[in-house]
Every structure is written in structure tokens, then in C-alpha cells.
T-cell receptor, first 114, second 113 residues
């Protein structure tokens, strides 16, 4: 079945540091890939997505590139802020589910200090 | 802008009791979902619906039932609560398939003692 593997957290960084959160996946066919973010006490929000190989999703300074050859979708940001502290989830959807449902990774907590 | 609203937000149940979580969305979305979130487990899909009157099982459906009698509402029922069902429950909706953005509610914290 489908699965998503993320690096374990927490990831602790100082403000303005470079961020990478690794995400790899196993899926049949050609999945769509997503990053969701969850701020404390809130539900998840879509951060960015990519629907085919070599696509780059970007939003709010975050980027991730769909790498089919390495089955990866790593999240990056050049300069993090304290307000980026949250839990980040990588997710996929594929044809088996009719692109109806998402399979999530376990989440990676990011803590940014001033 | 209400979006996706879940009630109740917090509930404590005794083992064996029943309850219903209500999810309402005002975006005219076709697809609705119930997920549970547990520490170290990420989000796991319980049940989902691709339209009024339809439901389907997700990854962890046992011990739960759902109904989608109206397009805007998706109910999650626990017939006989167990401590293993202590979790945070999230409802979500989307216009069609997940190529469209999924919108999540703020969560319902359920404790079964």
C-alpha cells in the first residue's frame, strides 16, 4: 500500500536558518504530493502541492520539488521565522483511491527560536 | 467565513458510552472526511464520503460509523467507546478529489476513560 516517511522531529533551528524536512514515499502509479502545516491548536492547512514529476510547489517561502527518480518531496525554506514553528505533514494521493483520499506521514515538528 | 465546523470541541466519555461528532461545511463541497490524529501516528483516515448519501471506509474504520444524509453534514458515531478511541478527530472537506484543496476543521478532543 501507499506510505509516506518523514524525518523524525523535533527539528530545532534558530531564526533565519535554512530548513530541510525530508519526505519519501511509496505509491503505485503517479501520485500527487502535498505538504500540510498544523499550527498549535489548529487544523491542518495546505502549504503546497505538486501533481507531476519535476513540478515545484511553493508558498510563503517554502518549496518542494517532486522527484520521481528518488521518490522524494523534501520541504525547504531559505530563512525560517519564529512564526514557522508548527508541525509539517507530507502526504500523497494516488489513482488507487481515485485521488479521493490522502495518506499522511507522521509529521515533523519544527521549533524556531529567536 | 465558517468553513468546516466541528462540534463538540472537547468531550470526556466513559467506556461503553456512545456519542456523535458533527461536522458541518458551508462551502458546498462534495467530499468530506474524518481523520484521527494520535501522537507519533500522523493522521489516519477513518471514513470518507464522496457525495450526499455515500460513505466509504478508510484505513481505521473499526468501532466507528458515519452518515452523510445532507451534503453539508458528515456525522461520526462511536457506538461503544473504548479507551483506544481517545484521540483528536479532524473533519475535512474538498470540492472534489484531493487535487483540490482539502479544508480541515479545528479538531475535536475526545477522551475515553
Amino acid at each position: 500500500g501507499d506510505s509516506v516517511t518523514q524525518m523524525e522531529g523535533p527539528v530545532t533551528l534558530s531564526e533565519e536558518a535554512f530548513l530541510t524536512i525530508n519526505c519519501t514515499y511509496t505509491a503505485t502509479g503517479y501520485p500527487s504530493l502535498f505538504w500540510y502545516v498544523q499550527y498549535p491548536g489548529e487544523g491542518l492547512q495546505l502549504l503546497l502541492k505538486a501533481t507531476k514529476a519535476d513540478d515545484k510547489g511553493s508558498n510563503k517561502g517554502f518549496e518542494a520539488t517532486y522527484r520521481k527518480e528518488t521518490t522524494s518531496f523534501h520541504l525547504e525554506k531559505g530563512s525560517v521565522q519564529v512564526s514557522d514553528s508548527a508541525v509539517y505533514f507530507c502526504a500523497l494521493s494516488d489513482r488507487n483511491s481515485g485521488y479521493s483520499t490522502l495518506t499522511f506521514g507522521k509529521g515533523t515538528m519544527l521549533l524556531v527560536s529567536p | 467565513n465558517a468553513g468546516v465546523t466541528q462540534t463538540p470541541k472537547f468531550r470526556v466519555l466513559k467506556t461503553g458510552q456512545s456519542m456523535t461528532l458533527l461536522c458541518a461545511q458551508d462551502m458546498n463541497h462534495e467530499y468530506m472526511y474524518w481523520y484521527r490524529q494520535d501522537p507519533g501516528m500522523g493522521l489516519r483516515l477513518i471514513h470518507y464520503s464522496v457525495g450526499e448519501g455515500t460513505t466509504a471506509k478508510g484505513e481505521v474504520p473499526d468501532g466507528y460509523n458515519v452518515s452523510r444524509l445532507k451534503k453539508q453534514n458528515f456525522l461520526l458515531g462511536l457506538e461503544s467507546a473504548a479507551p483506544s478511541q481517545t484521540s483528536v478527530y479532524f473533519c475535512a472537506s474538498s470540492y472534489s478529489n484531493v487535487g483540490n484543496t482539502i479544508y480541515f476543521g479545528e479538531g475535536s478532543w475526545l477522551t475515553v476513560v
